[in-house]
């Protein structure tokens, strides 16, 4: 009897094995699905929104084509779900997307409570004010009784209560969902300040019939590390998302561009080599192709490009690198090394 029961538990034990083994991840449904969806926000203009046709460009919405790239080849085979601050998780642990690509910030009780994973900053941004010039204020001091248009279900909410309460002011609070009501409320006079993170602020400020007649305040009141998130249980695709960014830092690190991309794999550097699977075998250790990280390069470009397309000086948001810039430039943006 007893040798039946172990042979009994030993045979649960393989069958729960060769199960757990089978369970598809997320890379191999994304594979076979031929589509990776990101969660992305309702449309911030620079960072995530469609144009005229319904496709979808911006910052964020590069870094999910660069996923795409690496994942499937072809960085035009995305779904883009809309999310507001409110569903955005919701959405992603429900398994409606396969990966956050939304200006997110990362926070402890996101990382540990809403069970998500984080890979990295993308992007670090802080939370401002914009104002009407009209209103003749120039300090976000002078705001006390003032309404102020807030998105719910944001760490902007909670920013604003603890800085009004800090410095002993009050405030009435609009609040809205999106950004683009936001901007509508805002434009509408219906509150005297628009409050999110400052390159939200550079976008709807954009968007404005005359950005010329609205100014940002100089105070910044928080830090909001933007970054991508996955569900909590999966390594594998948590470590590709993680060098999915990665691969672009380094890639302008390094030189590497979208231009010069087939030239560089003739290179003497060693990492450069490695980045572009011309050695080593970084890609089977993903479980993608060793061109993954080129194919990012060659179709999407480095970092500083994804910046510089979408949001940089040239563009109507006009956002400078800052502490965007590579850590060799006085900025914090950095990758670990590929080896």
Same mark, same amino acid.
């Given at each position: 009897?007893k040798?039946?029961?172990? #042979?009994v538990l030993?045979a649960?034990v393989?069958?729960?094995?060769?199960?757990?083994?089978?369970?598809?991840g997320?890379l191999e449904?994304v594979?076979s699905r031929?589509v990776l969806?990101?969660?992305?926000?309702?449309?911030?203009a620079?960072?995530?929104?469609?144009?005229?046709?319904?496709?979808?460009?911006g910052?964020d919405?590069?870094f999910?084509?660069?996923?795409? #790239?690496?994942?499937?080849?072809?960085a035009?085979k995305?779904?883009?779900?809309t999310?507001?601050?409110?569903?955005?998780?919701?959405k992603?642990?429900?398994g409606e997307g396969?990966v956050?690509?939304?200006?997110t910030t990362?926070?402890?009780?996101?990382?540990?409570?809403?069970?998500?994973?984080f890979?990295?900053?993308?992007?670090?941004d802080g939370?401002?004010?914009m104002?009407?010039?009209?209103?003749?204020?120039?300090s976000?001091?002078?705001?006390?009784?003032?309404?102020?248009?807030?998105?719910?279900?944001?760490?902007t909410?909670?920013?604003?209560a603890?800085?009004?309460?800090s410095?002993?002011?009050?405030y009435e609070?609009?609040t809205?969902?999106?950004?683009d009501?936001?901007?509508?409320?805002y434009?509408?006079?219906?509150c005297?300040?628009y409050?999110?993170d400052?390159?939200?602020l #550079?976008s709807?400020?954009s968007?404005?019939p005359?950005?010329?007649?609205?100014?940002?305040?100089?105070?910044?009141?928080?830090?909001?590390?933007?970054g991508?998130?996955?569900r909590?249980?999966d390594?594998?695709?948590s470590?590709?998302i993680?060098?999915?960014?990665?691969?672009t830092i380094?890639?302008?690190?390094?030189?590497?561009?979208?231009?010069?991309v087939?030239?560089?794999?003739?290179s003497n550097n060693?990492?450069v080599?490695r980045?572009l699977?011309?050695?080593g075998?970084?890609?089977?250790e993903?479980g993608l192709?060793?061109?993954?990280?080129?194919?990012?390069?060659k179709?999407?470009?480095n970092?500083?490009?994804i910046?510089?397309?979408n949001?940089?000086?040239n563009?109507?948001?006009?956002? #400078?690198?800052?502490?965007?810039?590579?850590w060799?430039d006085?900025?914090l943006?950095?990758?670990?090394p590929?080896?």
């Open positions: 009897m040798q039946k029961m172990t #042979a030993a649960a393989l069958t729960l094995g060769v199960t757990g083994t089978a369970q598809a997320t449904d594979q031929g969806r990101c969660v992305v926000s309702t449309g911030i620079g960072f995530a929104q469609p144009d005229a046709n319904g496709v979808w460009g910052f919405v590069d999910c084509r660069a996923t795409a #790239a690496a994942v499937l080849g072809d035009g995305i779904e883009a779900v999310s507001t601050g409110k569903t955005r998780f919701t992603l642990n429900a396969d956050l690509w939304r200006n990362v926070t402890f009780s996101r990382d540990v409570g809403v069970k998500l994973r890979h990295g900053i993308n992007y670090y939370q401002g004010f104002v009407k010039k009209s209103l003749g204020i120039s976000a001091k002078e705001l006390n009784g003032a309404s102020v248009c807030i998105q719910t279900g944001t760490t909410e909670l920013n604003l603890d800085y009004f309460s410095n002993g002011m009050d609070p609009v809205i969902e999106t950004n009501e936001a901007r509508q409320n434009e509408g006079d219906r005297d300040v409050t999110t400052a390159s939200g #550079a709807t400020r968007a404005l005359d950005p010329d007649a609205h100014m940002v305040l100089p105070e910044i009141i928080s830090k909001e590390p933007l991508p998130a996955t909590h249980g390594d594998q695709w470590d590709i993680t060098w999915v960014l990665n691969a380094t890639a302008e690190e390094l030189g590497v561009t979208s231009a010069n087939d030239e560089q794999k003739g060693p990492e080599r980045l699977g011309v050695d075998s970084q890609g089977s993903l192709s060793n061109d993954w990280a080129y194919q990012i390069i179709q999407i470009g970092y500083g490009e910046f510089e397309r949001i940089g000086v563009t109507p948001l006009g956002i #400078a690198r800052g502490l965007n810039a590579l060799t006085g900025g943006i950095y990758s670990p590929f080896r």
